[in-house]
């Protein structure tokens, strides 16, 4: 396993449309274990492939409080969603910002696991949120496209400006 990259704001590969997998075979698996291996080590619940610059359609979660619980998710297609409510999310491609965004509560969805064996399953609460971050990630749309347009600009500066600092830093 290997840790991956992650594209952080305004990465124009942030808002690649994500193509289907049409085999799942050993690089798929391998990348999906390098996508979790990669997302436990930033803290992060979810992590689309294309934060790590890979244009498939493959998503890796885990909200379990032991991090023991992974869940891959191939294809992944919200069947339905019911309910509304706002809350703050984060992404590990905007790191230390936060606001609130509203969201279904409850989705169905259906997509293939690490072995392309399909699976139905429904959820709610911060897995029902993270699920449609994630799929979001892969129609190349971020978390802050849900907020006001002043907002959107003021992260994309912030993010612009630790990217300087970054580069000096170097």
Do not use: W
Not at 46 to 70: C, H, K, N, W
Request: hydrophobic content about 40%; charged content about 35%; aromatic content about 4%.
């Amino acid at each position: 396993m290997a840790l991956l990259d992650i594209l952080i704001y305004p990465d124009p590969r942030l808002r690649e449309q994500a193509a289907p997998v049409t085999r799942v075979d050993d690089g798929v698996r391998r990348l999906v274990d390098d996508m979790l291996e990669t997302m436990y080590e930033a803290r992060g619940i979810g992590l689309a492939a294309t934060q790590v610059g890979v244009a498939q359609r493959v998503v890796v979660i885990d909200v379990s409080e032991e991090r023991d619980q992974p869940r891959v998710l191939i294809n992944p297609e919200i069947l339905e969603a019911t309910g509304e409510a706002s809350g703050e999310e984060g992404c590990l491609s905007i790191p230390g910002y936060y606001d609130d965004v509203a969201r279904a509560t409850r989705v169905r969805y259906q997509a293939l696991d690490r072995n392309g064996e399909a699976y139905e399953e429904s959820a709610e609460g911060t897995l029902a949120v993270c699920i449609q971050h994630e799929i979001d990630h892969l129609d190349g749309r971020l978390f802050i496209d849900y907020l006001s347009e002043l907002k959107r600009k003021r992260v994309r500066k912030r993010m612009e400006k630790r990217e300087r600092q970054l580069g000096a830093a170097s």
